[in-house]
């Protein structure tokens, strides 16, 4: 007989977009969180770093940090998470205010020393393991939805720091897509004019979009290009 | 007996960082393409769209077009994904080249009507279905190193198109950190300061960068985080 092979969590892991976020429970700075009580009813942002006291961990969080005010005023929840310990977490957060100016970590930072919640929530990086050999998490940034699921992921090895300006830009994006029938185009920015989705046909378009919208005239007339302007 | 159960691929998708990109056979623009072959031993960008003729992937397919010549000069290749046919994609490309002017799509573009690639690729975004009801790709962009690992990846829903600039630093940043013992720092952009790797001592820092370094003074004294300059 056979055994069942399942593939080992390490080289399948499942998190990716549409997935429900697990709703663990973790150890943190500012206490015990459960993943979906904490995400509540606002988008979230779970993001990893490879370790506390590492040079651009310490440069991303302040960047993190700084972002707060804009988060907040669009209802974004951060939380951090590492394999270092609470007490690691709060030692480090004095360099990380002391090398950005201005930035006030006010956002949990849970504790994942035995590395089941980085597996969980595909954030492990093969290529970085610590002194003991234990792996290490990756750069990865999860923008979770209201609902509890994935709406985007960013995947990035520890040599590369997150764009905080890209951060904040595809969070606005899935906010609109959120609200209103419409699409961000490449390079969008907060205020550019937007695209309306595929499935809204002209007659609801002008019902939906009374600030009007304009059709791109292409090769193929398709006539599926509509731009529109949306007040934030 | 019972069958041994396997999560399906559209649950737990493998594909993230550190992966080996698996070496399909795919019909593309250009012709028969296996993934390995194409990659060779360059960087490339493997990256899906939701589908011909709908809006953002027209404007994001031009965007792509338009950093040819970027991202020739760092020897990076480009392969594009969707679940259209290849006579599809070349009478569309005709739309995203007119809608960007100066673009030329001169990269391949995949078609993957049986939905077998976009999967172990984990490119399929479960909210975004075709009129027949058949999954379709979200807009997944993978940056695969010459090893034919998956060294970054950035998963967004079909509502948020990407932006250029990012998907040009990521690629820059990873083809210096694969160069020289440095990461990059938060927000960072080509031409900033880099950071040197925490397993790089001061002593091997005096020689590998004899350009010298700037050590920040942190609260914890502990001298991790040191910026240098690298010229392009």
């Known amino acids: 007989m056979i055994a069942a092979v399942r593939p080992s969590i390490s080289t399948m892991p499942g998190l990716t977009i549409g997935d429900t976020i697990p709703d663990l429970e973790l150890e943190t700075t500012h206490g015990k969180i459960k993943i979906h009580d904490y995400v509540g009813d606002s988008f979230c942002i779970i993001f990893s770093h490879p370790a506390d006291f590492t040079p651009v961990c310490t440069t991303e969080l302040g960047g993190m940090a700084k ?7 669009s209802g974004v929840k951060l939380l951090g998470v590492s394999c270092d310990d609470v007490e690691s977490h ?14 006030h970590v006010r956002y949990p930072i849970a504790a994942d020393p035995k590395r ?11 290529d970085e393991k610590d002194a003991e050999g234990k792996p290490l998490p990756s750069r990865a940034l999860h923008i979770v939805g209201p609902d509890r699921k994935v709406k985007a992921s960013m995947l990035y090895p520890a040599s590369t720091g997150r764009s905080m300006e ?17 699409a961000t185009p490449v ?3 907060p205020g550019d004019p937007v695209v309306i989705s595929p499935g809204v046909s002209d007659e609801e378009a002008k019902r939906m979009f009374p600030q009007g919208f304009e059709v791109k005239d292409l090769p193929s007339k398709k006539g599926y290009l509509r731009f529109t302007q949306i007040e934030s």
């Open 166 to 182: 890209e951060v904040v830009r595809v969070v606005q994006s899935l906010q609109l897509a959120a609200k209103y029938m419409v």
């Open 116 to 126: 089941e919640a980085i597996k969980q929530l595909n954030m492990v990086d093969p």
């Open 187 to 189: 390079n969008w920015k």
């Open 90 to 103: 709060k030692e480090w957060i004095k360099d990380v205010e002391s090398f950005t100016p201005g930035s």
């Open 67 to 73: 972002c707060m005010p804009e988060f907040q005023k």
